[in-house]
């Protein structure tokens, strides 16, 4: 899992300053976590997703924003609560869920959403 700036963001997810349509710059699908520190629910995603990122090595990317230390992303993004998780996938429109998701969810959303296998 990588945590992203701004600067990062742009390169690796989207560079919304530059595209106004969303135009994804990552090599494989991924899923970004807005996160914050102080956020218990968030805390409670965090080894999800590294068992994900694990798992599905090679076929996707996992992100993390700090919410906290990247507002202008929250608000470019229309984060208004946390955890907020984009799934980006290769082709076409991302897709964002709220809340701490179930391992299952997150499965269910990277067959479907980022390879496409349903």
């Known amino acids: 899992m990588e945590l992203l700036s701004k600067e990062t963001f ?3 997810i ?3 300053e530059k595209n106004k349509e969303w135009k994804y710059e990552g090599k494989l699908p991924g899923i970004i976590d807005f996160y914050a520190d102080w956020c218990g629910p968030c805390k409670m ?3 999800i997703l590294e068992e994900l990122s694990k798992e599905y090595e090679g ?3 996992i992100f993390k924003v ?3 230390q990247e ?4 608000a470019t993004f229309g984060i208004r609560s946390i955890p907020s998780i984009l799934f980006a996938p290769m082709e076409g429109k991302p897709q964002m869920a709220m809340g701490a998701l179930p391992k299952e969810s997150f499965k269910k959303a990277i067959e479907d959403v980022l390879l496409g296998k349903n």
């Open 59 to 61: 076929k996707i990317n």
């Open 14 to 16: 989207f560079n919304y």
């Open 71 to 74: 507002p202008e992303l929250s």
């Open 66 to 68: 700090d919410t906290e």
């Open 45 to 47: 995603l965090t080894p």
């Open 10 to 12: 742009k390169e690796k």
